[in-house]
């Protein structure tokens, strides 16, 4: 009997590509506990050994998905942020100024939160999340917040999407649920003035964190030992 035909080897760019895609639209269909290497290989119809080949281990293949999704997040936020200052006090925000970019920061949150319980660092999550730190900052400048005050809130933000992401694994949230937090966060952004001038954070040349002289997180490189 003649021996059956080699599978088709399939080049190494088009491999990792597939698996990074394949990753993001599992996050869509279900929580990333249940995103398995082996749903992750047969959804990409990839043997499961090249996840560990071309990516090195699991963590490493979750830091590139975030890593292609950040950008995509960061447009959106860019592209949907109305400036604070043109809303009035008291306005209601709805739900659809966070439609485009809900289902985005639902993923990077997750994968932020899974990534930090396996201990893993890298460069690039460090930067990553420090452009969305940055990104918040810049529109809220934009809209006539104090340097201080902007990052006080955008650092709120981090905080509110890291908690949320926590909170999923542990309590039933609804999607209203979840945008009445963001409401009370949005009211805290489009009330900013009055924060400034409670907190005397007044002075627009108060020196702030950047991204260079102090990133969020510690740059490791690779993943730590847990500690016993």
């Given at each position: 009997m003649a021996p059956a035909p080699r599978a088709r080897k399939i080049p190494k760019q088009i491999a990792m590509e597939r698996f990074i895609e394949v990753t993001a639209e599992l996050l869509d269909l279900h929580p990333l506990a249940e995103v398995t290497d082996h749903l992750i290989a047969d959804t990409a119809q990839i043997s499961r050994s090249s996840i560990y080949r071309y990516f090195n281990t699991r963590v490493e293949l979750f830091d590139i998905v975030l890593d292609t999704l950040v950008p995509r997040y960061l447009t959106a936020v860019k592209t949907i942020t109305t400036p604070f200052a043109e809303r009035r006090e008291g306005t209601h925000i709805s739900t659809d100024i966070f439609a485009i970019n809900?289902?985005?920061?639902?993923?990077?949150?997750?994968?932020?939160?899974?990534?930090?319980?396996?201990?893993?660092?890298?460069?690039?999550?460090?930067?990553?999340?420090?452009?969305?730190?940055?990104?918040w900052v810049q529109q809220l400048v934009t809209a006539g917040a104090a340097p201080r005050t902007a990052?006080?809130?955008?650092?709120?933000?981090?905080?509110?999407?890291?908690?949320?992401?926590?909170?999923?694994?542990?309590?039933?949230?609804?999607?209203?649920?979840?945008?009445?937090?963001?409401?009370?966060?949005?009211?805290?952004?489009?009330?900013?003035?009055?924060?400034?001038?409670?907190?005397?954070?007044?002075?627009?040349?108060?020196?702030?964190?950047?991204?260079?002289?102090?990133?969020?997180?510690?740059?490791?490189g690779k993943r730590l030992s847990k500690k016993k």
């Amino acid at each position: 009997m003649a021996p059956a035909p080699r599978a088709r080897k399939i080049p190494k760019q088009i491999a990792m590509e597939r698996f990074i895609e394949v990753t993001a639209e599992l996050l869509d269909l279900h929580p990333l506990a249940e995103v398995t290497d082996h749903l992750i290989a047969d959804t990409a119809q990839i043997s499961r050994s090249s996840i560990y080949r071309y990516f090195n281990t699991r963590v490493e293949l979750f830091d590139i998905v975030l890593d292609t999704l950040v950008p995509r997040y960061l447009t959106a936020v860019k592209t949907i942020t109305t400036p604070f200052a043109e809303r009035r006090e008291g306005t209601h925000i709805s739900t659809d100024i966070f439609a485009i970019n809900f289902t985005l920061s639902t993923k990077i949150f997750a994968i932020g939160n899974y990534l930090a319980s396996e201990n893993y660092r890298s460069e690039l999550l460090t930067n990553n999340f420090t452009k969305i730190v940055d990104t918040w900052v810049q529109q809220l400048v934009t809209a006539g917040a104090a340097p201080r005050t902007a990052r006080a809130l955008a650092l709120q933000s981090l905080g509110l999407g890291f908690g949320r992401a926590n909170a999923a694994n542990l309590v039933s949230l609804s999607t209203e649920e979840i945008m009445d937090v963001f409401q009370i966060m949005v009211n805290s952004l489009q009330n900013h003035a009055e924060l400034t001038t409670k907190f005397g954070w007044t002075d627009t040349n108060t020196q702030t964190t950047t991204h260079e002289s102090a990133p969020l997180i510690s740059l490791q490189g690779k993943r730590l030992s847990k500690k016993k």
